[in-house]
Each structure stands twice: as structure tokens, then as C-alpha cells.
């Protein structure tokens, strides 16, 4: 069975702190697509990152970085010194070739809430 | 560049009424895809257009449901009649044409429907 696990449902942090978000994903595929999208109160799903399973390296674009391990089945995304403009809800998702249309498996978000 | 439209934001109906919601995919973007989250869920997959073919519908809940996407263009998704468990957020997202894996999914503000 393919899923995605977002075990945090909500996380409150004060600013300038660190946070991450848990992604736990099942698949036997071997070639599978990782994604997070933020959701902002305006509603909207902004994409943030694409990752492929080929691609183990992690990644970092300013104060976000993921985590991609194989081994734990994991995508943990991380934000660095935590702004109000980070509180949103964030949202990872499968994506499989074998389904023929690379249809999106959604966790269940996680609403990240940082104070000032 | 304009992004993933939909109309309307918000639609309060009564039960047995028809709702019909509207998505404007980016332009050019081949594929399209309808997605629900139902309250505090995960966000599910409805169905995929290919230009105005349909791809993959196996996530639509029943035959109230209807999609088209006339000329490949812009898609509607029509709700007839509405039941109270079809309450939630839709959610219209496009992509361009998947050569070599997934082309992200880019989506709009979704459509917040109230079934009462």
C-alpha cells in the first residue's frame, strides 16, 4: 500500500526557532517522487520542494532544508530560525509512475504556528 | 504568468441542491487534476485530464460526481445532487506534459464547499 504519514498535526514554535516537520511515506516501488507544499491562510498549496528517489543529497534553499532518507523512509523538512511568515500548513506528498498518471498521495499536513 | 484559478471560493448549498465548481488551469499545462480534503483529512485524489481526456477518475466517490474539461481547457466538476459528506475543500491543480516523471503540480486557492 502506498502512504504518507505526517505524524505532527500541529507544532508551535516561537521565532527564530528551529522546527521540523516528520514525513514518513510507504511504497515498494523503487522510483517514486517526493513533494512539500506549503498552505498559507490564503489557501492556496505552494510548492516547495521536488525530490526524486534517485537523489539522496539533501537539499537547502535559505532557511529550508530536507532530509531525504531511504533507509528510515523518510522526507523531514526543516526550517531554520522560524519567521510568523513561516506559520502555515505543510503538506508532503507520493507521487508513483505506476499509477499511470503521477497522481499525488497527500499526508495529512502538519499547521506549524510560529509566535512572535 | 497566471496561476491555477478557481471559482467560486466559497459555496454554501443545501443538501439535494447542484454546485457546479470551476478551474482555469495554468496556461498550456496538458494536465489537470481535482483533489478533496474533507475536514482535518488528507487531501485525496479525485481524477486527472490529459487535455480533455480523462486519465484516471478512481478516486471519484460516486456518480453524483461529474468532471469535464470541454476543449481542454478550463474543467468544471459538478455535484449533483449534494450530500452533507461531500462538505470540504476541492482543489484544481495543473502540470505540464510528463515526459520523464512528474512535472509539479502547481494548484489553485481551492474551493471551500459547505453542503448544509
Known amino acids: 500500500a502506498q502512504k504518507v504519514t505526517q505524524a505532527q498535526t500541529e507544532i508551535s514554535v516561537v521565532e527564530k526557532e528551529d522546527v521540523t516537520l516528520d514525513c514518513v511515506y510507504e511504497t515498494r516501488d523503487t522510483t517514486y517522487y517526493l513533494f512539500w507544499y506549503k498552505q498559507p491562510p490564503s489557501g492556496e498549496l505552494v510548492f516547495l520542494i521536488r525530490r526524486n528517489s534517485f537523489d539522496e543529497q539533501n537539499e537547502i534553499s535559505g532557511r529550508y532544508s530536507w532530509n531525504f532518507q531511504k533507509s528510515t523512509s523518510s522526507f523531514n523538512f526543516t526550517i531554520t530560525a522560524s519567521q510568523v511568515v513561516d506559520s502555515a500548513v505543510y503538506f508532503c506528498?507520493?507521487?508513483?509512475?505506476?499509477?499511470?498518471?503521477?497522481?499525488?498521495?497527500f499526508g495529512t499536513g502538519t499547521r506549524l504556528k510560529v509566535l512572535a | 504568468e497566471a496561476g491555477v484559478t478557481q471559482f467560486p471560493s466559497h459555496s454554501v448549498i443545501e443538501k439535494g441542491q447542484t454546485v457546479t465548481l470551476r478551474c482555469d488551469p495554468i496556461?498550456?499545462?496538458?494536465?489537470l487534476y481535482w483533489y478533496r480534503r474533507v475536514m482535518g483529512k488528507e487531501i485525496k485524489f479525485l481524477l486527472h485530464f490529459v487535455k480533455e481526456s480523462k486519465q484516471d477518475e478512481s478516486g471519484m466517490p460516486n456518480n453524483r460526481f461529474l468532471a469535464e474539461r470541454t476543449g481542454g481547457t478550463y474543467s468544471t466538476l459538478k455535484v449533483q445532487p449534494a450530500e452533507l459528506e461531500d462538505s470540504g475543500v476541492y482543489f484544481c491543480a495543473s502540470s505540464q506534459e510528463q515526459v520523464r516523471g512528474p512535472d509539479t503540480q502547481y494548484f489553485g486557492p481551492g474551493t471551500r464547499l459547505t453542503v448544509l
Open positions: 496556461s498550456g499545462h496538458d494536465n
Open positions: 506528498a507520493l507521487s508513483l509512475p505506476t499509477s499511470g498518471t503521477y497522481k499525488y498521495i
